[in-house]
């Protein structure tokens, strides 16, 4: 498989980053039973390896996430996703560690994904390519950390579909990882948040400009089947609080209701704005696979155990965050989680952050939760002995 | 206004129950400034009006609700959306009130709306119907009154949007009731509520099948708009529990799941269902008017004044229900406006129902809410001398 085609897509044709051709000796093995290689894995690296290179941190993004985690976003000019948490002296302290983030398998960021070649038709694969899961995406990322010669992290971290793909590799790898922060996300995901997606593809799959996937051979995009799949996304993502402190009943640009269908309150020209601004980076089709694979995912059936087995005598720290204005992943599925972890004898400290930003929060400036993510890192850290890069190297 | 049109919206030409043509002698002036008139109104009607004409119950629908209550539904051939709450012995019981219950002024069941014919155009008003207010539907509700010769209805009550119109009525019209049952309903629609309504109306203006409103000249209906349209409203009338409960992640017709984007899980084929079946009773730009009629709830805005100032001296005994299980329309906003009612000095109880089955709870088969509808209705009457209708008249 090569990565070829970002066409038609808003996407530059070249990403900067790095880029990387895995699955070249032999196949991945997918769990649908489909083999792909080779396959590319785009990512970025911010701060040094130490000597025994035990510092690395691997970030896994979220739904609409990327590796851009720190710099302007190549395409929206935007800061990084995660540029309040992780940087030089941030609580992901990149001095002292050495961060990862790939772009997920089925991605649109110059990992591999719907919008590639497929070798055998040459045309891009559209809903041709394989489905994906959270266990995929894992095994794609671990083939990454082979590649930098990395055996063990040091923690893996991340939020939502990110939280998931940490509870995986903490389930499938426990040896290379010392710790893991699963945060705001779930072991499964709930019917409501099945819905809630399956709502959105809907709104791809009956925009006529989807073209049954194929639609990068049109020259078109379902921008507006994207766009209100956006649009409900992002109510999920804040609170009712937030929504209500952020925008209320206010009117945008205007004394008085238009009695018309114009965007006259400013929470609908927010929602339009932010359905507008994401189709410019994202690919349709990905959106399709990557909530397929939340969907999909559900840690006690993959391993057909009891969460509290699957994570017996693990030998990796947990570190679990949830927030109390998430109703997309509440506290209480954290809060499962910490009762299997325990039931299995892991270490594992909870703490729920009070917040009404809603699932959000973790992307936004949350001292506290920032506090617990420096304090765990750093603890952990200086308990089992990770050096800071040497300066001189 | 001559109501002639239901084409292309798999609605029959002809639906059963009664029609009125109102504001012959003047129109009807709209909060917009718009006069309307003449216009239809359809409605139905259950029981027998008494000898003083004093127990007549107005029933208020919601968004997708509509005239027919109790029979079986003239396109779905469902029971009537409230039959398990009204009739015969039920807890608005029709064996001694006189029920009352009209499509509202934008709607799509006969009374006038987007697909009338525009006098002036000969064609379909589409868009060019004037966008209607909650205050708008209560006028025409009251010209119905007016027209069926009742001065004083004993009892307005509905649930949702229908909250929000008996929450208007005993605002302008605090006369011409003795009782108001406000039901999971709220003085102003939310920030987030608009926002799910946006996303909806985006859905159908984003099928190409919509054209600006004019679909009916084409022959055709944005039924993929508005399919999604009710699926993500859907999602917000259930509780995450109700959902999980109802299809957890259980699979829909298979042991494993398809790696691929069918419905794979019982609450996508559900929400699917739930989308294509809404479209045969109901047409998109009445969603788009109806949604929009809410989203400009704001009794204090309209009124300029605090709540409590509305309800000042009012003689209107209130009864405030509300349910545990409820996020469209949580029990905060009903306590919301008891606590106004109590600073006006208002006569009102307030039941906070447990229930965890979500805002359709007032649907749906809840005993302590029946109850509480019941004992209200029966407690005011006798206490207010409302006698039966005469058995040999």
């Known amino acids: 498989m090569t990565?070829?085609?970002?066409?038609?897509?808003?996407?530059?044709?070249q990403l900067p980053g790095h880029r990387v051709l895995l699955g070249t000796q032999q196949p991945l093995r997918l769990d649908s039973g489909v083999e792909i290689g080779p396959f590319t894995i785009a990512y970025q690296t911010y701060g040094r390896l130490n000597a025994d290179r035990s510092n690395a941190i691997l970030i896994c993004h979220a739904l609409t996430g990327d590796q851009f985690v720190i710099e302007p976003h190549p395409v929206t000019g935007k800061p990084g996703w995660w540029h309040l948490a992780v940087g030089p002296d941030r609580p992901i302290d990149t001095d002292r560690f050495f961060?990862?983030?790939?772009?997920?398998?089925?991605?649109?960021?110059g990992t591999s994904g719907p919008l590639d070649e497929n070798p055998e038709t040459g045309e891009p694969y559209g809903t041709g390519f394989p489905v994906i899961t959270i266990a995929d995406m894992v095994r794609a990322q671990v083939l990454l950390l082979d590649h930098l010669g990395i055996e063990k992290v040091f923690c893996v971290l991340g939020g939502s579909m990110g939280g998931m793909q940490v509870?995986?590799?903490a389930?499938?790898?426990p040896d290379r990882l010392v710790a893991a922060i699963p945060i705001a996300t779930a072991t499964r995901h709930s019917a409501q948040n099945i819905a809630f997606h399956e709502v959105g593809r809907q709104a791809i799959m009956a925009d006529p400009e989807w073209h049954g996937g194929a639609y990068y051979q049109q020259g078109v995009r379902p921008t507006k089947g994207l766009s209100v799949a956006r649009m409900v996304a992002h109510i999920t993502y804040l609170s009712e609080s937030a929504l209500h402190r952020k925008f209320g009943r206010s009117l945008q640009d205007r004394m008085r209701v238009s009695f018309g269908f114009d965007a006259d309150f400013q929470v609908e020209s927010y929602l339009r704005h932010q359905g507008f601004t994401f189709v410019d980076r994202f690919d349709a089709n990905s959106y399709l696979y990557i909530t397929r694979a939340m969907d999909y995912f559900d840690l006690a059936v993959d391993y057909d155990k009891p969460l509290a087995e699957i994570f017996r005598s693990t030998p990796v720290r947990f570190c679990v965050v949830s927030f109390t204005g998430d109703w997309l992943f509440p506290t209480t599925e954290s809060r499962a989680l910490v009762l299997a972890l325990n039931a299995a004898a892991a270490p594992v400290s909870f703490v729920d952050i009070d917040s009404d930003k809603g699932h959000d929060a973790f992307l936004l400036d949350e001292p506290e939760f920032h506090r617990v993510?420096?304090?765990?890192?750093?603890?952990?850290a200086e308990g089992t002995g990770v050096g800071k890069p040497d300066a001189a190297a």
Chains 1, 2 share one sequence.
């Open 167 to 169: 509870l995986e590799f």
């Open 171 to 173: 389930a499938r790898y």
């Open 3 to 13: 990565h070829v085609a970002l066409l038609n897509t808003g996407l530059p044709a």
């Open 99 to 109: 961060v990862i983030c790939a772009n997920v398998l089925g991605g649109c960021m």
């Open 373 to 380: 993510l420096r304090g765990f890192l750093d603890g952990v």
